[in-house]
């Protein structure tokens, strides 16, 4: 031991005293449970139970109210179907005008999520920590306004063909397919993990909320102007206890001392903040609203300026990369990872840069060193950033693909009336065919997950680039992976395809699959009567022709089947019948008749064939040239 440390004789010397800082709390002390805590877990716990009850209800019996989700008013906004879901939105916002911010709180289950991670990650010693930033709180009203504000000014911009500005307004309040704007489950779980816990680890309580949140954009403006809020009386003695039951992240004691009620739009009146307070300081009431009163509370921000910018181009690209990528991952899902990486990201770079950094209980850097939990969280995110990275090099190449593919303007029935539709293809149509498959290629075989959709657009382009072979090959990939509408029209396309390439059978089978999701696809019915007819069986593909057309009258193509196959079995006036009828529906198009007359001519029906091949050259003198096989 030094011997400083001993005392000894003053010798005369003044000794040096250290200043004591002046401590204006009052001495620390736990703080109190909150009283309402399990009134509000009970209602979220309610809203939950009556979420599954509206699904299991729906499985029942088919039909239910549509969901009440506030994604749903998108519907509404760009095709005018009124819908639960815009409902529930529009009376939430007008209820956030009068009583605030509340439906966050009590009614919303990512929310519940998000409250049982932070109370499950307190019961193992880690209390979430707020990740404060400056710009990326405006993300979620920018999100609001994408999702809400820019079909409405899609359709003022470009109004749909034949309506006005604003839309025909149907009911849309029952439904049948009550799960067809969600994700699959195999995406909703991640979904629900992510926005509900991950956030919270990284972001802070209600992380999800602060960051990503669309709903919560438009419902912080709403707040703004609403005259209920939390206010404060003169008994406040500035315990701050107000502020540590608080899961919003709001500084409420120093806002009520500031502003004598709480202005922060954050405040999702959870009221966990008046059960709290020793000396009933705190209460709901009505007043000015917060509207124009500027904030004099300092919040401490995590990011200095130069690092709000970076954080903010961080999220931008880390939402790019994932959003959509492998047509799997919905925009609030990608609006939380690109939350996450950001923070990561960010954290990486303070490992370098700082003297000391820690992660709740992990000290990532002390004096000066990296320590063994700073190099495993390196490791853990260096994966994590090249993930993110390794999607947007795929999203990249989806997007290059879809816009070749996108550029491609011949019509599906014209590059379907033979096996080999080059002669169709411009040379630019040619140069976006092999882009695209490229693309999609690369996509598919770096890729890791698949994407479904781009599989039927990869199959498409491998047909039209003469490779029909790989094309069907690819459609079944794609319809294995698929299910419902999605998966009939890839067996559609896939049958269409075999039987262009004089593959009746297996068409069949294909078609057969097609009608099975979708037996109103009259298109696989007219391909199917073809097969058949390709086969010797005639009977069966008039039938199969005229249920094609008893379900739908307006075909022309199948109408002129039927008069092909009358004519064949002797029935003139039948066949006349028919033929008139297909003439009276068919546009007065020569490329259409050109395709009329290919369809015919492969079925062996050349006489009628041949009237259209006349018609097409007599509209259009470049047809001549045009192969008829």
Not at 433 to 456: E, K, M, P, Y
Not at 550 to 557: H, I
Request: charged share 15%; with cysteine.
């Amino acid at each position: 031991m030094s011997s400083r440390c001993i005392g000894e004789p003053d010798n005369g010397r003044k000794p040096r005293v250290l200043p004591v800082l002046p401590n204006d709390e009052k001495p620390s002390a736990k703080t109190p449970h909150s009283r309402v805590s399990r009134w509000r877990a009970f209602a979220l716990i309610l809203l939950t139970a009556l979420m599954v009850a509206h699904f299991v209800q729906w499985q029942i019996s088919g039909s239910t109210v549509s969901p009440i989700e506030p994604s749903e008013a998108m519907q509404t906004l760009s095709r005018g179907a009124i819908n639960a879901g815009f409902i529930f939105f529009a009376l939430a916002i007008l209820s956030t005008l009068i009583l605030g911010r509340w439906i966050c709180g009590w009614a919303c289950h990512v929310v519940a999520l998000q409250d049982l991670a932070a109370w499950l990650l307190k019961k193992v010693g880690i209390k979430p920590r707020p990740f404060r930033s400056r710009l990326l709180m405006f993300v979620p009203l920018l999100a609001a306004l994408y999702m809400f504000g820019l079909p409405v000014l899609n359709r003022y911009l470009a109004p749909p063909l034949g309506e006005g500005v604003i839309p025909q307004f149907t009911n849309h309040i029952v439904t049948q397919d009550f799960w067809s704007t969600f994700p699959t489950i195999a995406v909703a779980i991640p979904f629900l993990f992510i926005c509900g816990f991950v956030t919270v680890y990284f972001l802070g309580s209600k992380g999800f909320c602060t960051y990503a949140c669309p709903y919560g954009g438009f419902f912080g403006v709403a707040d703004k102007l609403a005259v209920g809020r939390i206010r404060v009386t003169d008994a406040c003695d500035q315990c701050g206890f107000c502020t540590a039951a608080c899961t919003s992240n709001v500084i409420v004691h120093a806002e009520v001392r500031e502003h004598g009620m709480v202005i922060d739009p954050g405040c999702m009146k959870c009221m966990d903040c008046v059960s709290v307070c020793p000396n009933d300081a705190l209460y709901f009431g009505f007043g000015k609203p917060s509207l124009g009163v500027a904030t004099k509370v300092k919040k401490n921000y995590s990011l200095t300026w130069p690092e709000e910018i970076g954080a903010a181009i961080i999220f931008l690209l880390s939402l790019y990369a994932v959003w959509d990528t492998y047509q799997l991952i919905p925009m609030l899902l990608a609006l939380a990872l690109a939350g996450i990486t950001t923070f990561v990201a960010w954290r990486t770079y303070r490992l370098f840069v700082s003297k000391d950094l820690s992660l709740y209980q992990f000290n990532l850097r002390s004096g000066g060193k990296i320590t063994r939990a700073g190099t495993v969280f390196f490791v853990l995110s260096l994966i994590w950033l090249g993930l993110t990275a390794h999607s947007g090099w795929i999203r990249y190449h989806e997007w290059k693909g879809a816009n070749a593919f996108e550029a491609i303007h011949l019509p599906d029935e014209v590059a379907l009336a033979q096996a080999n539709p080059v002669q169709w293809l411009s040379p630019a149509d040619k140069q976006n065919i092999a882009a695209g498959r490229n693309h999609f290629s690369t996509a598919r075989n770096n890729g890791l997950f698949t994407n479904v959709q781009a599989l039927s657009k990869l199959a498409w382009l491998e047909y039209l680039g003469g490779d029909p072979q790989k094309a069907t090959a690819t459609l079944a990939d794609a319809s294995a992976h698929e299910h419902g509408a999605a998966k009939a029209l890839a067996d559609y396309y896939r049958g269409a395809i075999l039987n262009r390439t004089g593959k009746h059978a297996e068409a069949i089978t294909s078609l057969d699959a097609a009608l099975k999701e979708r037996p109103d696809l009259t298109l696989a019915l007219e391909q199917k009567g073809e097969a058949l007819w390709s086969l010797g069986r005639q009977k069966d593909a008039f039938d199969t022709w005229s249920k094609a057309v008893d379900e739908n009258p307006n075909l022309p193509l199948a109408t002129a089947f039927l008069a092909g196959a009358a004519k064949a079995a002797g029935n003139d006036a039948l066949a006349s019948s028919f033929q008139a009828r297909a003439d009276q529906l068919t546009p007065d198009d020569p490329l259409f008749h050109w395709m009329l007359g290919m369809r015919l001519k492969g079925a062996g029906m050349d006489e009628l064939a041949e009237r259209h091949f006349a018609r097409a050259i007599e509209m259009n003198p470049k047809f001549r040239a045009a192969k008829r096989s």
